[in-house]
């Protein structure tokens, strides 16, 4: 449906955007997986100034002919091989200072992914791709690029709410789980422990049981679960 008005189609075609500054836009992505017992994160070394040789979120600029959120799974697509995983909009980040080469507005998406699933690989214009604990990156210790720390803090508050009233932390474990996989992941997302009746009482109407056990154990099996997948 043609909504224009009378004489805009005219004015569009004349109309010079180069009268108005150029601002870039780029995604920053937060990869969290859990491994070792421990919140990842995946991180990139910059190969190239600013701040060769510093940590920083993987990130693309968004191009001309793409939405947000086709940026966002290109960047996921390219620094892991993966498409289809979850991953959610998190917050635009337009800091006057916050890129010393040019005025950079970013929007950050956080995906999950189970560890299993999880490959990596560096980009063209770094030098390493890594998992690194989402503590160690907030301790300050070692010079993390741009403003992405604090993105990393508000990521992880925003994964630490969301896991209460949502069965987002289901995408951090495999398919099939046992209860007390489940319940650890919650833990270490969470920081602290959990009272085994209260956990199992609150994923009760997420999962569903499965005819798997553990096996090669000396006690007694344990049955494996899966996600309750929503009814259309």
């Known amino acids: 449906m043609n909504s224009h008005s009378p004489g805009e189609e005219e004015f569009l075609k004349n109309y010079d955007a180069s009268l108005y500054e150029r601002i870039s836009v780029a995604v920053d992505l937060l990869t969290f997986t859990v491994e070792d017992d421990c919140l990842k994160i995946l991180m990139v070394r910059r190969g190239e100034h600013p701040f060769s040789g510093c940590l920083a979120l993987p990130g693309v600029f968004v191009g001309k002919e793409e939405t947000l959120d086709e940026a966002a799974e ?44 999880l ?23 070692e010079e993390i690029a741009f403003d992405h720390r604090r993105i990393i803090e508000y990521a992880l508050w925003r994964l630490r709410n969301k896991v209460e009233y949502t069965d987002i932390a289901f995408h951090l474990v495999p398919e099939e789980f046992t209860l007390p996989e489940l319940q650890r992941v919650y833990e270490i997302i969470l920081g602290k422990p959990l009272f085994k009746a209260n956990f199992r009482k609150k994923v009760a109407p997420m999962i569903e049981e499965t005819d798997h056990y553990t096996s090669g154990e000396a006690h007694r099996p344990s049955r494996y679960y899966r996600r309750k997948m929503s009814e259309e």
Not at 94 to 107: H, K
Not at 130 to 136: A, N, T
Request: net charge negative.
């Open 119 to 141: 490959s990596f690989r560096a980009g063209q214009r770094t030098t390493e791709a890594v998992l690194l604990p989402v503590r160690d990156l907030l301790d300050e210790n």
């Open 74 to 117: 290109r960047g996921i697509f390219e620094e892991t091989g993966l498409s289809g995983i979850y991953y959610e909009q998190l917050y635009t980040w337009g800091a006057l200072d916050r890129d010393p080469r040019t005025r950079v507005i970013s929007v950050s998406y956080m995906n999950l992914v189970s560890r299993d699933k």
